[in-house]
């Protein structure tokens, strides 16, 4: 019996075509981020705030991802972004390839921001690299502290973690300390936002937040001039 | 649910290797898999058992090696693995540490059956 290391990462094609989608980004100056949590976390709903309160000349757009329905891209179309629908027809994740394909006939050079929703799901996700800069988790208060616990894959490879719906905090039993300590147990070093994207509290500390992700990319004829 | 499409891929690099392999068979594939790599080993055999049924790649043997959750301290260097998501170094208490271990996905090796260990062909360059 003859042994041949191999020592490839099982998802090495889509690690291939996330660092080109990486690549391309950093090129063009995009900030990519990559939104998940469970269904009903409310990434739509942030997203919907997001767009409604960025000015109509913003470079923006949304990719958003389902298993079926386009009704996500319909409610962030209102606003008059480019948004465009990834139904994955079953799959329960995006990958680097959806992602390049849905982007095939946009420009990245009339672009400073994407956003990707993906499909609602806290554990698959996690596995897959789109080539964004930052993956953002949503939890909402509804949905039970010890989530980072059970689902710590996607809360260690989040840079931020948004906790969403504490206007809901009074009727449900939620104990946000123990959700802050946990993910931070599971995440050192996480980033925590709490919001409500019905009252619109801390809606104005995640924009500061995506504006100062937003300067830190620069596109690198810029920084070579500068 | 995406232990299908990592089988797949598992089994697509099983291929890839064994072309440049020939008159060899693949008999078994080492794989690693850290504790939060949020892949479930068994839903995995069941894939990869599944497409690999009647075919043949079907007496391939699957090796799964789970790595545990492991951090690196950044104050001392101590490694250590993560007990109860426990982040403190328990060498020198720090809290600042991270995590280098423990979301593997990886295909490690492919062990082959070397069939006719004197044909030239198994050797031949390409």
């Known amino acids: ?226 | 649910m995406h232990e299908m499409g990592i089988a797949c891929e598992v089994l697509a690099a099983v291929r890839g290797e064994a072309k440049r392999h020939p008159g060899n068979t693949p008999r078994k594939v080492g794989l690693r898999i850290g504790e939060l790599a949020a892949v479930d080993p068994e839903a995995l055999r069941f894939c990869f058992e599944a497409i690999t049924r009647d075919t043949d790649m079907e007496s391939l043997e699957l090796e799964i090696e789970i790595c545990p959750f492991r951090f690196r301290c950044l104050s001392c260097g101590h490694e250590f693995v993560v007990q109860n998501y426990d982040s403190q170094c328990p060498q020198c208490a720090d809290m600042k540490t991270e995590c280098i271990g423990g979301q593997e996905l990886d295909v490690a090796y492919l062990e082959v059956e070397d069939h006719e260990p004197s044909a030239a062909g198994a050797k031949s360059t390409q």
């Open chain 1, 1 to 226: 019996m003859n042994r041949v290391p191999l020592e490839q990462k099982v998802l090495s094609e889509n690690d291939r075509v996330a660092a080109e989608l990486r690549a391309r980004f950093r090129e063009h100056g995009v900030l990519c981020l990559n939104l998940i949590s469970s269904p009903g976390s409310g990434k739509t709903s942030l997203l919907e705030c997001t767009l409604e309160s960025l000015p109509r000349d913003r470079r923006v757009a949304v990719l958003t991802g389902d298993i079926q329905t386009d009704n996500d891209a319909a409610r962030l179309k209102r606003f008059g972004f480019p948004v465009k629908q990834i139904t994955t027809g079953g799959t329960c994740h995006l990958d680097a390839r959806m992602v390049e394909r849905h982007l095939a006939d946009w420009s990245l050079a009339n672009m400073d921001l994407l956003f990707i929703e993906n499909v609602g799901n806290l554990v698959c996700p996690s596995s897959y690299d789109l080539g964004e800069a930052a993956k953002i988790v949503v939890l909402s208060v509804t949905e039970g502290e010890d989530k980072p616990l059970k689902y710590p894959s996607i809360f260690l490879k989040s840079e931020l973690l948004v906790l969403n719906k504490i206007d809901l905090l009074p009727y449900v039993p939620f104990d946000m300390n123990a959700a802050v300590e946990n993910a931070r147990r599971v995440h050192p070093a996480m980033e925590i936002l709490k919001v409500s994207c019905l009252t619109g509290k801390g809606l104005h500390e995640w924009l500061v937040w995506l504006e100062h992700r937003r300067r830190a990319i620069k596109p690198v004829e810029t920084e070579a001039v500068t």
